[in-house]
T-cell receptor, first 112, second 113 residues
C-alpha cells in the first residue's frame, strides 16, 4: 500500500522561477515529514523536514508546507537553479514508527 | 558526503548465487535501514536495525536477511538470487529510532544475470 504518493513523475521549470513539488499521504498518524533530493549514481540527500505541529518550515530557497487536513505536503524552491535538477522524494513517519515511507519521486528539470 | 559508506558500489552475479552488501553508518548513528530501489520504483523499505537489534521489517523476502554487528556496521545478505533482484540497494542511518533524518549511502547496484 502506497501511503505516500507523488503523483507527478516529472516537472520542468524555467531557471529563476518557482518549483512546486507535491506529495500526498493517507496515514493520519504521520507526524514527521521529509524531503530528499537524489542525483544519478548517488544516494538520496536530506533536504528539509517538518513536524506535524508546524505548517511551514523554511531553509534558504527551500520551503516545505504541510496541510494536515488535506494530508498534503509541498516543497517550494525559489528561485529554481539548474543545479536543482534531480529526483525529489518525500517521506513520512509516525511518532511511534520505525519505518519511513517514501513516495515514488518527482524528477525536476530546471531549464537554463 | 553523508558519512554512510556502502560497499561494493557495483556487483554483478548470476542467478542462484548469494551476495553480501555492507554498510557502515555515520559515526554516532545507532539505526541502520536498508532500502531497495528497482527501475522506476520508489524506495522500498526492507529492514531496520537499532543498536544491534532488528526493529522493523518491510517488504523483505525470506531469501534476504540482514544483521547489525556490535560495531554498528550492517550487512544485507541476498541468496538464491533471481533476475528480479537486480536493483539499487541503499543503506541509511540515523541517530535514533524516532524523528531524525535518514542519511543515505550511495548504494550498491546489483545486477543479476
Amino acid at each position: 500500500d502506497q501511503q505516500v504518493k507523488q503523483n507527478s513523475p516529472s516537472l520542468s521549470v524555467q531557471e529563476g522561477r518557482i518549483s512546486i513539488l507535491n506529495c500526498d499521504y493517507t496515514n493520519s498518524m504521520f507526524d514527521y515529514f521529509l524531503w530528499y533530493k537524489k542525483y544519478p549514481a548517488e544516494g538520496p540527500t536530506f533536504l528539509i523536514s517538518i513536524s506535524s505541529i508546524k505548517d511551514k518550515n523554511e531553509d534558504g530557497r527551500f520551503t516545505v508546507f504541510l496541510n494536515k487536513s488535506a494530508k498534503h505536503l509541498s516543497l517550494h524552491i525559489v528561485p529554481s537553479q539548474p543545479g536543482d535538477s534531480a529526483v525529489y522524494f518525500c517521506a513520512a513517519i509516525t511518532n511511534t514508527g520505525n519505518q519511513f515511507y517514501f513516495g515514488t519521486g518527482t524528477s525536476l528539470t530546471v531549464i537554463p | 558526503d553523508s558519512g554512510v559508506t556502502q560497499t561494493p558500489k557495483h556487483l554483478i552475479t548470476a542467478t542462484g548465487q548469494r551476495v553480501t552488501l555492507r554498510c557502515s553508518p555515520r559515526s554516532g548513528d545507532l539505526s541502520v535501514y536498508w532500502y531497495q530501489q528497482s527501475l522506476d520504483q520508489g524506495l522500498q523499505f526492507l529492514i531496520q536495525y537499532y543498536n544491534g537489534e532488528e526493529r522493523a521489517k518491510g517488504n523483505i523476502l525470506e531469501r534476504f536477511s540482514a544483521q547489525q554487528f556490535p560495531d554498528l556496521h550492517s550487512e544485507l545478505n541476498l541468496s538464491s538470487l533471481e533476475l528480479g533482484d537486480s536493483a539499487l540497494y541503499f543503506c541509511a542511518s540515523s541517530r535514533d529510532r524516532g524523528n531524525s533524518p535518514l542519511h543515505f549511502g550511495n548504494g550498491t547496484r546489483l545486477t543479476v544475470t
